[in-house]
């Protein structure tokens, strides 16, 4: 009888990204002043959040609600084109040569290499076609005529991200108990728990208790390469500096700004 099909699932922030898939984008969006100031303070508060301790469910879904409201008319393909030009130029380093390694141990195996992430489509489909993966999993925004809604159609977090792998084991015929699981984050136990290896990498405190627990492996990874070093990238493409739209991507409940940098142009 023919083996079941495998596959590993990894989240992507601070488990495959060596920070917030979203962070790359600050420095670009804030630099053609597409935030505008109070939009940029509540991001800061945002990533303030999320580093003290993670995000807990009720300011996620505030997070959740910010995103969904600020993000309605922005214009599809310029958010598209940003993200392009972001990941060609900007992003270095950005993921971990650990993370690497595992996708290429597990695609050897043949195994599918499925990202799932609460980051938005536009950002994880790209990254995901850069690094092989088989599938992804992440929040979709409403699209009308070729304009967000603001409305979140799905938003792949916590107990949904496990409701993905399921019918992605159901629609692929992945067998869930030969199968893989990776993620930093406490909220990403149900996806670990739907499969027979669940690893913790770079885990929170939290999930770092959990793991314990349940003899869970605990990876950590510690040397992001530069993308561009490890990976094909599309050509670029001079987008940003004629872009006047007043907005950012969408990614995964949170937004992140570089508040260092913030500065009134000359």
């Not at 109070?38 to 879904?61: C, I, N, P, T």
């Not at 940003?82 to 996708?103: G, R």
């Not at 208790?209 to 561009?228: E, N």
């Amino acid at each position: 009888m023919a083996s079941s099909r495998q596959a590993a699932f990894f989240d992507l922030d601070k488990t495959i990204i060596a920070k917030s898939s979203t962070l790359a984008f600050s420095k670009p969006f804030q630099a053609g002043g597409l935030i505008s100031r109070k939009a940029l303070l509540r991001s800061v508060y945002s990533q303030f959040v999320y580093v003290v301790g993670g995000a807990d469910h009720d300011q996620m879904e505030k997070m959740r609600r910010f995103m969904s409201e600020l993000v309605g008319g922005w214009d599809v393909e310029t958010v598209r084109d940003i993200v392009a030009d972001t990941l060609h130029n900007i992003v270095d380093p950005l993921v971990y040569d650990e993370a690497v390694q595992l996708i290429e141990e597990h695609k050897a195996a043949g195994r599918d290499v499925v990202i799932v992430s609460t980051s938005g489509l536009e950002v994880v489909e790209p990254i995901g076609e850069m690094l092989g993966a088989d599938h992804v999993v992440a929040t979709r925004m409403g699209v009308e005529d070729g304009h967000y809604t603001g409305e979140i159609v799905y938003y792949a977090y916590a107990e949904e991200k496990a409701n993905a792998v399921r019918a992605l084991a159901e629609e692929r015929g992945y067998d869930l108990a030969e199968c893989f699981a990776y993620s930093d984050s406490a909220t990403d136990v149900p996806m670990l728990e739907a499969v027979g290896h669940a690893f913790a990498v770079n885990p929170d405190r939290e999930l770092r208790r959990t793991a314990m627990a349940r003899d869970w492996p605990i990876l950590v990874f510690t040397k992001p390469v530069a993308l561009r070093g490890s990976l094909p990238l599309p050509p670029a493409k001079q987008t940003l500096a004629a872009l006047a739209v007043g907005g950012v991507v969408v990614a995964g409940g949170v937004i992140w700004a570089n508040a260092k940098r913030r500065r009134v142009g000359a």
